[in-house]
């Protein structure tokens, strides 16, 4: 689960980038996920960032029926790219929905296709700016040298690995000198359009349903050397962090290879309420908790 922004306290939390950044929960199943969002939400003055906002019951949440909740399809997110296994799982788990009691209706979220794009330069221009105090000085690792700028160089080079150093680069010709504009500011004037089709949305359903992912999961060390493809990958995902709203990830079936199959489901700002009951009223229909991937 990613709580919405602010729900949890970050302090004590390396940055990588301080406005999408969120700590959340990963757990076997629905009721472990409440108990354990229970535990770490709520206020939290040593972080500026924390919502001054109560911290409801959630296992209350865990009722079985969807009667009177309106689960939002978003039709961006059912389209080019996206296997037909898992885009059949889906909408078994939006049938199950259905037969619990949820109306469901169709959404748009027009600006899907700028999320990668947006998510990558925020992400990487915030990082670049947060990993610059990794540097060997102050803490953590440091390289041996011969001179001061010898020794940051060395310590970032052995320290970071590629995908980070990648970020890193990206970052800082976004924020440079000439680009700013172009690049960071353009892209944080399109999150806001973001956002507002996220309003927009939640005005005409409790809850957004998706695939977590266009596909299953590919072997290991596949597409390490294409990192667009691993990239393109975010594009269901990234826009809860970009619009600060929650998200959780629900198993709900399995592909004919036997990999696993995961429902996203999004909601309104401070609403976890209703991530918890459709999650919960899925986990009990699906038949697949506590089911191990037959590879």
């Not at 629905?30 to 709520?42: H, K, N, P, S």
């Not at 961006?76 to 949820?102: C, H, N, T």
């Not at 310590?155 to 970071?160: D, E, H, I, L, V």
């Not at 266009?214 to 667009?228: I, R, V």
Request: glycine fraction near 8%.
């Amino acid at each position: 689960m990613k709580p919405t922004y602010g729900r949890v306290s970050r302090y004590g939390l390396v940055a990588f980038a301080s406005s999408l950044d969120q700590v959340g929960p990963l757990t076997k199943d629905v009721a472990d996920c409440a108990l354990l969002m229970q535990a770490i939400a709520g206020h939290d003055e040593r972080d500026s960032t924390s919502a001054k906002q109560a911290v409801p019951k959630w296992s209350a949440a865990l009722q079985d029926g969807m009667k009177g909740l309106r689960v939002g399809i978003p039709r961006e997110y059912f389209g080019e790219g996206l296997d037909p296994e898992v885009e059949r799982s889906i909408r078994a788990g939006i049938a199950m929905l259905k037969d619990a009691g949820a109306e469901l209706v169709e959404v748009s979220l027009p600006h899907t296709e700028y999320c990668v794009a947006v998510y990558y330069l925020i992400a990487s221009a915030e990082a670049s700016s947060n990993l610059a105090r990794y540097d060997g000085v102050r803490y953590g690792r440091r390289a041996a040298a011969d001179s001061l700028i010898d020794m940051y160089r060395q310590t970032r080079s052995q320290g970071f690995g590629d995908e980070v150093k990648r970020r890193i680069l990206i970052g800082t010709y976004a924020l440079s000198a000439g680009y700013y504009d172009a690049y960071y500011k353009k892209a944080s004037q399109v999150r806001t359009l973001i956002r507002e089709d996220f309003a927009k949305a939640f005005a005409a359903c409790d809850v957004l349903v998706s695939p977590v992912t266009p596909t299953t999961a590919w072997p290991l060390g596949q597409k390490a050397d294409n990192p667009l493809a691993l990239y393109l990958s975010d594009i269901l995902t990234i826009s809860a962090n970009l619009a600060g709203i929650p998200g959780m990830s629900v198993p709900c079936g399995f592909s004919s290879a036997g990999l696993p199959i995961g429902m996203q489901m999004q909601a309104s700002h401070f609403n976890e309420e209703v991530l918890f009951r459709a999650a919960w009223n899925l986990e009990q229909r699906a038949g697949v908790k506590g089911r191990m991937p037959e590879i």
